[in-house]
């Protein structure tokens, strides 16, 4: 079972999709390092696109699915990562997308024998592009750096092919004290696995409204997200 979509973009009075840096930054602050936040914006900015957090899933990291019945494209990626690993499978998925918008403004998508293969030289070559900047910014630990530029030489369908990849992303895992969000109280502290702590507001819909401490910035947290409890059962009047 997975979560209700997460609409990215906003429809104006003419019909066209604008993007919401807020809702992106709100959605994606608590999976991705602090850092690719703005370039996940530059990355997506202008195009109309869906995203779900998925809770756990043992055949599949993320995926992503073409636009239909109305809806625009969405993709999907499991909340249960590191930050480092989650930012590579949404690029991944990402990198989807635009082989899509290629072939799709090419009238081509729909064409069995014309449609380029799932992770063939038109998705590799996206794929590699987009992840070019997030790692010439230093954001990934020097190790996943290096072994994500010899990955990157001709990328498989997933990081779990390469032995070395996978092994330094999993070496960056939450250690097993982690609970999910729903597991503290309103006003509880807590520790998300980029580092940053939060302070758990109230309940907005589905998802969990929460402050971050050092920034002050209010965030969503979907009700599946791993944390790490701060035991401090009352907030300061700092706050």
Not at 48 to 72: E, Q, V, Y
Not at 105 to 134: C, D, S, V, Y
Not at 155 to 179: F, M, V
């Amino acid at each position: 079972m997975q979560l209700p979509f997460i609409r990215l973009f906003e429809r104006t009075a003419d019909k066209r999709y604008q993007l919401n840096p807020e809702k992106i930054e709100g959605i994606f602050g608590q999976f991705i390092p602090e850092m690719a936040m703005d370039m996940l914006i530059v990355c997506l900015q202008g195009h109309s696109l869906d995203c779900r957090i998925a809770r756990k899933r043992t055949t599949k990291t993320g995926d992503f699915r073409p636009a239909g019945k109305g809806h625009p494209p969405r993709i999907t990626v499991n909340g249960d990562m590191n930050p480092y690993a989650f930012l590579l499978t949404l690029i991944h998925e990402v990198a989807h997308f635009f082989v899509y918008l290629d072939t799709e403004k090419a009238n081509t998508f729909l064409i069995r024998k014309h449609r380029p293969k799932p992770h063939g030289k038109e998705w590799k070559k996206r794929f590699t592009g987009l992840m070019q900047p997030f790692i010439s910014m230093n954001i990934f630990p020097l190790e996943i750096e290096k072994a994500m530029v010899s990955y990157f030489e001709n990328p498989k369908a997933s990081a779990s092919a390469d032995s070395l990849l996978q092994r330094l992303l999993q070496s960056h895992d939450p250690p097993g004290e982690h609970i999910r969000i729903t597991s503290i109280n309103e006003g509880e502290r807590f520790i998300t696995s980029t580092g940053r702590m939060f302070v758990k507001m109230d309940k907005l819909r589905k998802r969990f409204r929460c402050m971050c401490v050092k920034t002050r910035r209010m965030y969503l947290f979907s009700p599946e997200a791993m944390i790490l409890p701060v035991k401090i059962q009352e907030l300061e009047k700092v706050l």
